[in-house]
């Protein structure tokens, strides 16, 4: 790379005087290197993201031994089982109410550690984000030992209260309470790491105009937080639930989908039908059930990307 | 060193024309100020000079040599930013010797450059602080100094005191003078600010709207203006222009500003301006300095009337005094013992010796 | 009418004042009742791995108070530090990531230097499109990329599906996009006058690069590098998916599948494998949070 620049500036010295030709050679040369720099990631994106999600659609219309295209047969058959919309609407339900909870439960901890003097918050805010920084699959490991159906630490703290022994993953309501309890445990820190961020970025001189204008904490919120931290809450939250419908690790390890497949998302789905039951054309069809949900989050996602990169 | 020349130069971009075609000569050693208002074109030509600029039409030589398509690391500049540019990263003498260092000269002769323009710049206490451990002046100073050890043809200077309170900019101003007179490197240097084009500059060149109004020295500019957009622009407070028109009254030329006030011309001014139609619209010029008090002295061609002034400034060694002439905002100076007070009458008088005659239609300098 | 404003005017403020300080008070003091519920709520089960690693399987099963250990041990570190199953989890591990930082890194750095500073035909839609590409979940992929490691071991002969060096092709799908963006982000607040007194002083472009913009966005390349390591080592689907030889395992997947064995579970080990497994973030974490959290706010406040 570094003999194309070398290059690049010698052979424009020796041009010739007609400098509409030379300059737009100097613009393309600039180009070719702008090219060939971002040339690997080009073929990363394009070889294993943007082909292997088209090859998805192409796997889901083959048949089981894919040796025989079958057309749009898998969908048909998908929408036939019960066990399909059961996951739709476990997806749903587990992305939507974990996302709520998350971004509620982020907020109100970002607006406790704001209010504290400013020397301990750093001490708060690395404690309250561990969550987020352990491997996902070795704290759910941790979750399935609390929720252990013989030795539950959970269950031994709540019989001094006379309460359970609660089947935290054998009885389909507690199981679909228990993954979206560890989703919120684990991605309430990062949207209490962006309110905290953006609570930062809101100047004190706001507040204490509103303070003078007579409004209370509950109005300074209501008329200063928030409209202040609108774009960041919506691109956390829709970036959020883009992850969230699209996880994995968390029920696989807790449920596994059980009990009776009632905790099954789409990507637990189509890990089993897929891989565990090597019908790969079934599992793909599964996990492009996700795509149009992703694409809405996205498009909106990218509205206000783009939106502030005008407002830049 | 070198001189430059600029031959109808002509910056596009897309369909709008930054710079119109200019023509200019800059001798070797000269120190010249592109000065005007803020998309005036002044910073892309002189970036038009550095290289980083492409040039849509047009000539540019250093030393001769046309520049167009040579990349500015080789033509033997150095410029000097607005927000100074020095690489955070690097301590100051690694900062002034990053160009040295790409071109590979050999250590003994950096260091000897580096120490001998800390040295001129007072700098040498700073040499291994980071750019964030310095003040505004001394960073100012530093990427002086990366300029100077390059020894270039050329030295650029990108509105360099911008940044600075206004103060230190005046302490600077003089410091680049003092570099200028013991370097003599040839130097274009560019600001909005005219007292700093009127203070530093060889000869002003002063653009509008990406062409030339007028080139020359300090003092040509302020007493000779060409164009009313110079006159204006040069000065503070800025020149008054005050609409009037030539009257013949038994055989004087009177120069009429209001149905109250006119005033016969000076012999010399009437002998200039008897050949203009009477009845082109026409604007006095007259600086606030030749707007004073009147007193029991006046020299001829200083003629008096009666105002009643609306705001007084005191300035300390003067008196600014605004006033209306049938509408006309106009400034004067008076001295502080004249008495001037707000909303008071004053009788002021007027040295037509010193005044300028423009056509209001063309803005040209008659 | 005056009288009356003053003497109306002069006790509430008094009451307010005072209400306003005991407000703060009290405000405090529910802020600190709150996070003291919300960091138990978020210690326990780290808590919880760390105690129930310091237990004898004996002392687990006995089902005496799970939140005691009455006979501290550290015979599951020793157990597991000297199995040399768990070490090649860990070494396995170890290599990945740090090999996937680094092919992020030389991918991310140049492509962002030029989508950051060389416009070029395509070069907005293309800084677009990696960021589309960063919302593209892993579990969207792992069905066709499984099936195109399959098919191309099949043309080529060479073995790709059940080795761990795969991952490093897989894993850079996860990195390359969020780094690039970041790292796009960082290079654009570098003051363009900087590359130009660079060029003036006779740098070339990849001089400007590794002299100036590597240095200066030195913050920005520590939080790129910290997200790349935490996402190689804690990724748990695809290693899952294209690797299932007891040797080929990453440690997310070693640990969940080998020490869980059909119903016995010896908790006393997992815990000790997903708390030593943990180790390296939170380790990370610990040293260079600032960096850890900037890189974690830069997706969403530098775009």
Redesign the interface.
């Known amino acids: 790379?570094?003999d194309v620049?070398?290059e690049?500036?010698r052979s424009?010295?020796a041009?010739s005087?007609r400098?509409r030709t030379?300059?737009h050679n100097?613009l393309r040369r600039?180009?070719t290197?702008?090219?060939f720099?971002?040339l690997?990631?080009?073929l990363?994106?394009a070889l294993?993201?943007?082909?292997?999600?088209f090859?998805?659609a192409h796997?889901a219309m083959l048949n089981k031994s894919?040796q025989k295209f079958v057309g749009l047969s898998n969908f048909t058959f998908l929408f036939k089982r019960d066990t399909f919309w059961m996951v739709v609407r476990q997806s749903c339900i587990f992305a939507i109410t974990a996302v709520f909870f998350k971004a509620l439960?982020g907020f109100?901890?970002a607006h406790?550690?704001h209010?504290?003097p400013a020397k301990g918050q750093?001490k708060?805010?690395?404690?309250?984000?561990?969550?987020?920084?352990?491997?996902?699959?070795?704290?759910t490991?941790?979750?399935l030992?609390?929720f252990?159906p013989?030795?539950s630490?959970f269950n031994?703290?709540l019989s001094f209260f006379g309460i359970g022994p609660i089947p935290w993953l054998g009885d389909t309501f507690w199981a679909r309470f228990s993954v979206i309890l560890v989703n919120v445990?684990y991605g309430a820190?990062?949207f209490m790491?962006?309110y905290l961020?953006a609570l930062k970025?809101v100047p004190d001189q706001l507040y204490e105009a509103a303070a003078i204008d007579g409004a209370n904490?509950w109005q300074r919120i209501w008329y200063v937080t928030l409209p202040m931290m609108r774009n960041?809450i919506a691109?956390?939250t829709l970036?959020s639930l883009?992850?969230t419908?699209?996880?994995?690790?968390i029920v696989?390890?807790l449920t596994s989908g059980g009990p009776l497949d009632s905790t099954h998302i789409?990507?637990t789905w189509?890990?089993q039908v897929?891989?565990q039951s090597s019908d790969?054309p079934l599992?793909?069809c599964v996990?492009?059930f996700?795509?149009p949900i992703?694409a809405v989050?996205?498009i909106f996602?990218?509205r206000d990307?783009?939106k502030?990169?005008n407002e830049a | 060193m070198a001189d430059v020349a600029l031959r109808k130069v002509v910056k596009r971009y897309d369909d709008v024309e930054a710079v119109r075609g200019i023509d200019l000569d800059i001798a070797d050693h000269e120190f010249i100020v592109l000065v005007g208002p803020s998309g005036c074109g002044k910073s892309t030509t002189l970036r038009m000079i550095a290289g980083l600029e492409d040039i849509s039409d047009g000539d540019i030589m250093i030393g001769g040599d046309v520049v167009n398509d040579v990349p500015p690391k080789d033509r033997d500049i150095a410029m000097v930013f607005q927000n100074y540019a020095l690489y955070p990263h690097m301590t100051v003498a690694e900062n002034m010797s990053f160009g040295l260092r790409l071109k590979h000269y050999p250590k003994a002769e950096i260091k000897a450059r580096v120490t001998e323009a800390a040295r001129l710049l007072d700098i040498t206490d700073l040499i291994d602080r980071k750019p964030k451990q310095l003040s505004g002046g001394q960073r100012q100073r530093v990427a002086m100094g990366r300029a100077i050890v390059r020894n270039p043809k050329v030295f650029l200077f990108d509105e360099p005191l911008s940044n600075l309170d206004a103060k230190l900019r005046v302490q600077m101003r003089i410091e680049i003078k003092k570099v200028h007179q013991k370097v003599r490197t040839t130097t274009v240097y560019v600001t909005h600010d005219q007292v700093e084009a009127m203070t530093l500059a060889d000869r002003v060149v002063v653009m509008n709207k990406g062409r030339i109004e007028q080139i020359g020295t300090p003092n040509e500019l302020y007493h000779k203006p060409a164009t009313r957009f110079v006159a204006g622009f040069i000065g503070s407070p800025a020149m008054n222009f005050i609409p009037c028109r030539l009257e013949d009254v038994g055989g004087t030329l009177q120069l009429r500003l209001t149905d109250r006030i006119a005033f016969p011309l000076p012999p010399a001014r009437a002998a200039r301006y008897n050949a203009l139609p009477r009845t082109d619209k026409l604007l006095l010029g007259i600086r606030p300095e030749h707007l004073t008090e009147s007193h029991a002295h006046l020299e001829p061609g200083v003629e008096t009337f009666d105002t009643v002034l609306d705001v007084t400034e005191p300035m300390g060694m003067e008196t600014l005094v605004y006033f209306g002439l049938d509408g006309t905002p106009i400034c004067g100076r008076v001295n502080p013992n004249a008495g001037a007070k707000d909303g008071a009458p004053m009788r002021l008088a007027m040295d037509l010796n010193n005044m300028h005659l423009l056509n209001e239609a063309t803005g040209v300098v008659l | 009418m005056s009288t009356l404003a003053i003497d109306k005017g002069g006790p509430t403020r008094k009451v307010k004042y005072r209400s306003m300080s005991r407000d703060r008070t009290w405000a405090l003091r529910w802020s600190y009742f709150f996070l003291v519920l919300f960091a138990i709520f978020s210690l326990t089960p780290p808590i919880y791995m760390l105690i129930t690693s310091l237990k004898s399987s004996a002392e687990i099963s006995a089902a005496t108070n799970p939140w005691w250990v009455f006979h501290p041990t550290l015979s599951n570190y020793v157990e597991l530090l000297t199995s040399n199953q768990f070490l090649r989890f860990f070494w396995n591990s170890a290599i990945v990531s740090i090999v996937v930082v680094m092919v992020t890194m030389l991918i991310s750095i140049p492509a962002a230097f030029a989508l950051a500073r060389m416009k070029f035909w395509g070069s907005t839609t293309l800084a677009t499109g990696v960021f589309l590409t960063y919302l593209i979940p892993d579990s969207l992929l792992f069905i066709p990329l499984f099936k195109m490691l399959a098919v191309v071991q099949d043309l080529t002969g060479i073995t790709l599906l059940n080795r761990w060096y795969v991952l490093l092709f897989i894993y850079p799908t996860l990195t390359v996009p969020f780094c690039t963006w970041i790292m796009i982000g960082y290079f654009a607040s570098i003051p363009k006058e900087l590359d130009e007194a660079a060029l003036i002083d006779g740098a070339s472009w990849l001089q400007t690069l590794t002299r100036i913009f590597i240095p200066v966005a030195l913050p920005g390349l520590i939080a790129a590098t910290i997200f790349a390591f935490t996402v190689s080592w804690a990724q748990f689907l695809y290693p899952l998916v294209f690797t299932t030889s007891v040797d080929q395992l990453v440690l997310p997947v070693g640990i969940t599948t080998t020490l869980i064995k059909g119903d016995v579970f010896n908790w006393g080990q997992i815990m000790t494998g997903a708390l030593l497994g943990a180790a390296p973030p939170l380790i990370i974490y610990a040293f260079l949070m600032d960096y850890y959290i900037a890189g974690l706010t830069a997706g969403a406040t530098k775009g």
Request: hydrophobic share 65%.
């Open positions: 790379m570094a620049v070398v690049q500036g424009v010295r041009a005087p400098k030379s300059l100097a600039k180009s290197v702008a090219f720099l971002t690997p990631l080009i990363l994106i294993l993201v943007l082909y292997p999600a090859y998805s796997l894919m439960l109100i901890v406790f550690v209010n504290l750093r708060w805010r690395g404690m309250l984000l561990v969550p987020w920084v352990i491997p996902p699959a070795m704290s490991l941790a979750w030992w609390l252990d013989s030795y630490a031994y703290t445990w820190p990062f790491i962006m961020a970025s904490w960041i691109i956390t970036f883009i992850v419908f699209a996880n994995f690790d696989r390890i789409f990507a189509a890990f897929g891989i790969i599992g793909a996990s492009l996700m795509v992703l989050a996205a996602i990218l990307v783009s502030r990169g």
